[in-house]
């Protein structure tokens, strides 16, 4: 786990020396004595160590009676305490080894949150809120949601915890009528697929799809028809008509669904949302809004869209456990998509009232649900920032963009913060002489702190910069181009 090896001013690597002015104007982290430092590893190391002791005091709780501890279970709760004062003073000074490094006796510990700046493209938005942290350790038992569940036994119906109020929140957050809470976006897609599309029928989506929209469509008994791309890599509302006449003349009936991406998971292109609704309700077809790359990051409207459905990632974009996500409509389709059960068992005539099929009655019923609800408010206020992350964005791209050979092939200025950079003529011309290959990359941005390129790839790749603090942007844009200056790619001021 302590990947980081303690460089001090003594200890500067020699290609340290001699940089251009320009890389180094805004750091001020590399010339301090510690660096990236053992002591933040192991600080992070002893805090999950504490953290652990503490779940193995709760578990004495949980083995004993309501009345108390007996003997020996006191005293093994004062052997955890003194185990958890130890780690506390080594967490406080930064001491000692690491001493568990297993859950299970397997699972390693997951600290890349905490040891390094995370670029993953589909990671970023999907941290938690430390709020939801500690949800997920109050309600991590399985169906930790029921204990108040009363009649007619529905999730969305629970109002202690206030999960019926969540749902009322969530449609006014995308500003929709009614909202469920799913294992993901695709559950999302899912959920309207089964509802509109039967067997034959065409559902429009972009060239840029997801895939899981492809096997929504799929499972539902439908075929996927792609709007092309223009010449910058966006989905326009003429071409999706254009789209929608092929369809039609070929067979003979209209789409019975489009889904388009707002920004797309590949380039994160933005994609003429208005125009698109404007066209696809001109033939009257309902319009999905998906997302997943939009709610819990940047304001969604989905009145002001015109989407009869808005379908989020709670794992992707909403600081939540996975898998959550949203599916929003207008209350014109709830009566469909969100249809009661009317199945009558033959032999009981046991009947399920209230149940949503599509929800397959409830959904997220556990730490899943808790962690949205608990990264929630934070949710509703970051949107409201969203300029800033995408200032941090472009930010960081026009410091690539200096690296001599560096391109972006998302549209540029950015208006996401995820983003497809190619880099082919400035980081790869090291890889394809370097023994390690295009791992040389992965390699110096790891020994600096940085993790969440895809390992290896040195060519076209996406990162994502969403959440980032001023701090930190700097310090990634620094790091890229230390790691250039290293190579000798040149890198303009
Ligand atoms: C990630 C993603 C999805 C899938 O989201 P889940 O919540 O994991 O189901 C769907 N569409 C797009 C555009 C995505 O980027």
């Known amino acids: 786990m302590v990947r980081f090896t303690i460089v001090n001013s003594d200890t500067v690597p020699e290609w340290r020396s001699g940089y251009a002015v320009d890389c180094r104007s805004t750091t001020t982290r590399f010339d301090s004595g510690l660096w990236l430092g053992g002591i933040m590893s192991i600080r992070i190391q002893k805090t999950f160590e504490a953290l652990f002791a503490l779940e193995e005091v709760r578990g004495l709780f949980r083995e004993s009676l309501p009345t108390g501890f007996d003997a020996e279970e006191e005293a093994a709760f004062?052997?955890?305490?003194?185990?958890?004062?130890a780690i506390i003073a080594d967490l406080e000074a930064g001491t000692g080894t690491p001493k568990v490094t297993k859950i299970a006796g397997t699972l390693d510990i997951r600290s890349r949150e905490e040891q390094y700046i995370n670029i993953h493209p589909i990671q970023a938005a999907g941290r938690l809120t430390t709020e939801a942290r500690k949800a997920i350790i109050s309600y991590g038992d399985g169906y930790s949601t029921c204990d108040s569940c009363r009649k007619p036994f529905r999730l969305d119906k629970i109002s202690k915890p206030g999960i019926a109020e969540f749902h009322e929140d969530l449609a006014k957050f995308v500003n929709m009528d009614i909202a469920r809470v799913v294992p993901g976006a695709r559950r999302g897609f899912q959920a309207v697929a089964g509802t509109l599309v039967g067997k034959g029928d065409s559902v429009i989506v972009s060239a840029l799809a997801h895939y899981t929209e492809f096997l929504a469509v799929e499972n539902a008994g439908g075929v996927v028809r792609e709007v092309p791309l223009d010449a910058k890599n966006i989905v326009t509302a003429e071409a999706t008509a254009q789209k929608i006449e092929e369809v039609k003349a070929e067979s003979g009936k209209l789409p019975v669904l489009v889904m388009i991406d707002h920004f797309d998971y590949q380039f994160a292109n933005e994609h003429e949302i208005a125009g698109i609704e404007k066209v696809v309700h001109q033939y009257d077809i309902p319009f999905l809004y998906n997302g997943a790359y939009t709610v819990g990051v940047l304001p969604v409207d989905g009145k002001k869209i015109g989407a009869d459905f808005v379908v989020g990632s709670g794992h992707k974009s909403m600081a939540s456990v996975a898998p959550s996500g949203v599916l929003a409509m207008t209350d014109e389709w709830a009566p469909k998509a969100l249809r009661t059960t009317a199945m009558v068992g033959d032999l009981t005539k046991r009947k399920f009232g209230i149940k949503e099929v599509e929800m397959l009655g409830c959904t997220l019923m556990g730490g899943t649900l808790l962690s949205m609800m608990a990264s929630f408010p934070t949710v509703k206020e970051r949107v409201l920032h969203w300029d800033e992350q995408v200032k941090r964005s472009n930010y960081f791209i026009d410091r690539l963009l200096k690296i001599s050979g560096s391109r972006v092939?998302?549209?540029?200025?950015r208006?996401?913060?995820?983003?497809?950079?190619?880099t082919t003529g400035s980081f790869y011309t090291v890889a394809k002489m370097h023994k390690r290959k295009g791992f040389y990359f992965s390699d110096e941005l790891s020994s600096r702190g940085i993790v969440g390129e895809f390992a290896g790839a040195t060519r076209t790749w996406k990162l994502n910069t969403y959440g980032l603090n001023e701090k930190q942007i700097?310090?990634?844009?620094?790091?890229?181009?230390?790691?250039?200056?290293?190579?000798?790619?040149?890198?303009?001021?």
């Open 415 to 422: 208006k996401h913060t995820l983003t497809k950079i190619d």
């Open 474 to 493: 700097r310090y990634l844009a620094d790091v890229f181009c230390e790691i250039a200056e290293k190579y000798e790619i040149p890198v303009t001021p």
């Open 409 to 413: 092939l998302s549209e540029y200025p």
């Open 78 to 85: 004062n052997q955890r305490i003194a185990d958890l004062k």
